[in-house]
């Protein structure tokens, strides 16, 4: 179950950025989230829920975007969305697939007063 440590890891940075900001308390997290994380957004915000007890973030709602895998081709430079994590590419047939969506894991806005 990764999406614990995932939820520590953005307390922490959320965490930070109220106190910097001087907000006292968070009301929604906005998060980009790549399907190829394999984060399960229902996990995450559970795990987030019992992390933020008793800080700044308690009871604060993510707001989590998720975005889809998306492949380009080195062989033909095609770009594509691979199904089922199939990483063949559609024009060519080609493997040699460079992820460039997919992975992103980040906060995009704090929401707070
Ligand atoms: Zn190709």
Same mark, same amino acid.
């Given at each position: 179950m990764h999406e614990l440590s995932i939820a520590q890891s953005l307390l922490d940075i959320i965490i930070q950025e109220v106190n910097k900001n001087s907000i006292s308390k968070v009301t929604w997290v906005k998060l980009r989230v790549g399907k190829f994380t394999s $984060?399960?957004?229902?996990? /995450? @915000? &559970? +795990? #987030?829920?019992l992390l933020s007890k008793d800080t700044p =973030?308690?009871? =604060?709602? /993510?707001? $989590?975007? @998720?975005? @889809? $895998?998306?492949?380009? +081709?080195? %062989? +033909?430079?095609?770009? #594509?969305?691979? %199904?089922? &994590? /199939? #990483?063949?590419?559609?024009? +060519? @047939?080609?493997q040699d697939i460079e992820i460039i969506n997919g992975r992103e894991l980040y906060i995009q806005e704090i929401e707070g007063d």
């Open positions: $984060i399960e957004p229902s996990c /995450l @915000s &559970f +795990c #987030f829920e =973030a308690e009871g =604060a709602h /993510l707001r $989590i975007e @998720s975005v @889809s $895998i998306r492949g380009k +081709c080195r %062989n +033909c430079q095609e770009v #594509f969305e691979p %199904n089922d &994590f /199939l #990483f063949v590419c559609p024009t +060519c @047939s080609g």
